[in-house]
């Protein structure tokens, strides 16, 4: 059985997140507090406790995800816990460079952060839009997101599954590829509640201020493989890492593919580690045959513990 380890992204936080973890572990307090630390302010108070219009805010969602994951990976460790492949949902993948060795958890805390900051301002409130449309495949998304296209930037943001893929750009674009593929036979398609339309051409700027940020950020060679967001492909250099890193932001996020090449490498069992279940259903969806955990509280982690053990 080979184990594959998968972070999650924006969207997975919830408040009171991480709390059972932080009163159970002395290792997953120490990332609170490294955290705390970085970014200058009581990051465990804000995920065990909120407020969640607080929490939600992007650039304190970012770093307070990424914390709780590395915290419930950590105890993990700690458990005899490991993996041979990693990969995360875009802000996720962050956790996977820290998790893999190649990026030191105060850096990528501080980096997140400020990348939050900069999709925040790369795009005016109301101007930007996003979108899951369930039921059609990629192809069909692909090319009506090139029709809506003459109305502004609309493109295919996350590949998630087979059949659901999130589009994303400026709102009247947004709201025409909407209705287009309602037209094309869209078993669902749901307007998401995001003031920042991430993965798409409109995020180029904000792109741009985070490579400045990489540039004074080493990253080391990684010591598990970790298949990227951007390509789908597993690397182990730090500077391939950081160059994915920055063309991930305004590139989609091929999940699909990442998965679907986990498994093509061996990779017969998932376990998502950090606030939710999202990634595990989205798995089970593209790799039918595979196996998936999750970890994050001392229940979850001893479910998993046991199945892997067993």
């Known amino acids: 059985m080979t184990v594959a380890f998968l972070f999650p992204g924006q969207g997975s936080q919830y408040v009171g997140m991480g709390a059972k973890l932080y009163a159970a572990s002395d290792a997953a307090r120490q990332v609170y507090r490294a955290a705390q630390q970085a970014l200058g302010f009581d990051i465990a108070k804000l995920c065990h406790e909120g407020p969640a219009d607080r929490l939600d805010l992007t650039e304190h969602t970012q770093p307070a995800i990424l914390t709780t994951s590395f915290a419930a990976l950590r105890w993990a460790e700690e458990k005899g816990l490991s993996a041979s492949m990693l990969a995360g949902h875009s802000l996720g993948e962050y956790t996977a460079l820290v998790a893999a060795g190649g990026l030191a958890f105060s850096d990528a805390v501080a980096l997140v952060?400020?990348?939050?900051?900069?999709?925040?301002?790369?795009?005016?409130?109301?101007?930007?839009?996003?979108?899951a449309v369930l039921g059609l495949d990629r192809r069909t998304v692909e090319e009506i997101c090139s029709v809506a296209s003459s109305q502004g930037i609309v493109s295919a943001a996350n590949i998630n599954s087979p059949v659901q893929i999130?589009?994303?750009?400026?709102?009247?674009?947004?709201?025409?590829?909407?209705?287009?593929?309602?037209?094309?036979g869209a078993r669902r398609i749901v307007p998401l509640a995001v003031s920042v339309p991430s993965h798409c051409a409109l995020m180029k700027p904000a792109a741009e201020r985070l490579s400045r940020d990489l540039d004074g950020v080493k990253l080391l060679p990684l010591k598990i493989p970790v298949v990227t967001n951007v390509d789908a492909l597993p690397i182990t250099s730090g500077d391939l890492a950081k160059e994915a890193l920055v063309r991930q932001l305004a590139s989609p996020v091929l999940w699909?593919?990442?998965?679907?090449?986990?498994?093509?490498?061996?990779?017969?069992?998932?376990?998502?580690?950090?606030?939710?279940?999202?990634l595990s259903g989205l798995v089970k969806r593209i790799a039918k045959q595979a196996r998936t955990y999750h970890v994050e509280d001392p229940e979850s982690l001893d479910e998993t513990l046991g199945a892997l053990t067993a």
């Open 113 to 131: 952060r400020n990348r939050g900051r900069y999709m925040q301002e790369a795009v005016p409130a109301g101007i930007g839009a996003m979108a």
């Open 166 to 184: 999130v589009i994303g750009g400026e709102r009247p674009a947004v709201e025409a590829a909407m209705a287009l593929a309602k037209e094309r």
């Open 256 to 278: 699909v593919d990442t998965i679907q090449r986990m498994v093509q490498e061996g990779i017969t069992t998932f376990v998502e580690i950090g606030p939710g279940t999202v």
